[in-house]
């Protein structure tokens, strides 16, 4: 089979590639190149792979331009692909950088606003507790000097109690009043972020908890500012209840509050201070309080609210018009006289610096001592004096003791009270200082 196809492949060569010759005249010679079949077929396979090396090249250089632009239209995609991912990854990095950004200050400025306003209210509890510290211990001191005879407390509950019938309507607390406005006042500054998306949540959290922490505050200052205010009512009627006015005796209050102390340019405050301005409206209120309660306090430890005697002793003679012990006749008492046993210590009734401490004629062995706020007080009749002039005492300090000297008729000591040189009633100071203030 196979030789057939071969002999058929001859013939058909033989046919195509016939013995040729190929005549060529040059110079009037003429010379000849014969080819055979087989050369022929050689140069046409010659031909036909030259053929083939220039289709080939062809197509491939066409081919590979098409190549080459593709791959630079899939470059050119890629590149655009990554600048987009790029600008998207900045995008979202400056969104974050943005909300931390955003977060960060608004955290630094809900805590400045927190730790001012505690500051301001660690300083006001502190200076409140001061204040009522020195009340406390004014009331134990005066209470143990007892009433006019001597007499104890017979109340044991309370610190201090109505002298005077109380307000027909009581004072609404402002507490429940306060409650409601620190809970609107705190949404305030919440709802400035309700369009910002992105910090939005994060700061509402935040400042969730701060709002409850205002309001906490808020409630605190009121409460300080209510026990102030509920204190200085008590403290004006301890005043008015010894026949003083309290606005004869008190100096306007000194802002000693230093963490409230401000300065500078008015500047109206914007909506973002608006909720920090309210608190310190409030703050600065209740320091005003505390200042005005201080100052009412400094002026009621001075005042002469106790008994000349701390002992047993027995009230013998009242203010005003009486016999005279010694002539039957009536006369003018400026002051009242305690009778006990010879040697008795004398004490001070309140603060103040010895005016004078020696004999003056019909008081025998006597000492004054200056209180402040145009009060005076003067012991008389005792056996010994134990100060100097010029000598500072405080509430219960000896001043001397029990005797008769002078115009007397029995150990006793006679004790008066001045307001601006005009003698009132001692008795009324005592029961104030007895009654008001109890243990």
Do not use: C
């Not at 089979?1 to 060569?13: A, F, Y």
């Not at 340019?265 to 505390?290: C, D």
């Amino acid at each position: 089979m196979s030789r057939r196809s071969g002999n058929k492949m001859k013939r058909v060569l033989g046919r195509l590639f016939k013995e040729r010759q190929i005549y060529h005249r040059s110079d009037g010679v003429v010379h000849f190149i014969s080819m055979s079949a087989k050369t022929q077929v050689a140069l046409a396979i010659v031909a036909l792979a030259a053929l083939l090396w220039v289709a080939y090249s062809s197509v491939n250089v066409v081919f590979k331009e098409q190549i080459i632009v593709a791959k630079e239209q899939e470059r050119l995609v890629l590149q655009t692909n990554l600048s987009k991912r790029l600008t998207d990854a900045k995008r979202a990095y400056d969104d974050v950088s943005y909300l931390n950004n955003t977060i960060e200050r608004e955290f630094d400025q809900t805590m400045d606003d927190i730790w001012s306003r505690h500051r301001a209210l660690s300083n006001m509890v502190e200076r409140k507790a001061s204040v009522d510290q020195g009340l406390l211990e004014q009331a134990s001191n005066l209470s143990a000097a007892g009433g006019p005879n001597g007499q104890q407390p017979t109340n044991a509950n309370r610190v201090m109690i109505d002298i005077t019938p109380g307000e027909p309507t009581p004072r609404q607390s402002r507490i429940s009043v306060l409650k409601k406005e620190a809970a609107l006042e705190s949404s305030m500054r919440r709802q400035r972020f309700q369009n910002e998306n992105l910090a939005a949540d994060a700061i509402d959290s935040m400042e969730k908890a701060s709002a409850e922490l205002y309001a906490e505050q808020i409630l605190l200052l009121a409460s300080v500012e209510e026990k102030a205010t509920r204190q200085i009512d008590d403290l004006e009627r301890v005043i008015s209840s010894t026949g003083i006015s309290a606005s004869n005796i008190l100096t306007p209050a000194k802002i000693s509050n230093v963490m409230l102390a401000q300065g500078g340019p008015f500047i109206e405050p914007g909506q973002e201070n608006s909720v920090q301005s309210r608190f310190f409206t409030h703050a600065n209120r209740t320091a005003a309080k505390i200042d005005k309660l201080a100052a009412m306090q400094k002026a009621v430890s001075h005042l002469p609210l106790s008994s000349p005697l701390t002992v047993t002793r027995r009230f013998t003679s009242g203010f005003g018009i009486r016999r005279d012990p010694i002539n039957g006749r009536h006369s003018s008492h400026h002051g009242i006289d305690f009778a006990a046993p010879w040697a008795s210590p004398v004490t001070a009734t309140g603060i103040g610096i010895v005016k004078y401490a020696g004999t003056r004629s019909g008081w025998g062995r006597m000492v004054e001592i200056d209180h402040g706020n145009g009060f005076v007080t003067r012991y008389a009749h005792m056996s010994r004096i134990t100060v100097k002039a010029g000598q500072k005492v405080k509430l219960h300090d000896k001043v001397g003791e029990l005797g008769s000297s002078g115009r007397s008729t029995g150990p006793h000591v006679h004790y008066e009270i001045l307001f601006r040189n005009r003698p009132v009633n001692p008795r009324r100071f005592i029961e104030a200082g007895r009654y008001v203030f109890e243990s």
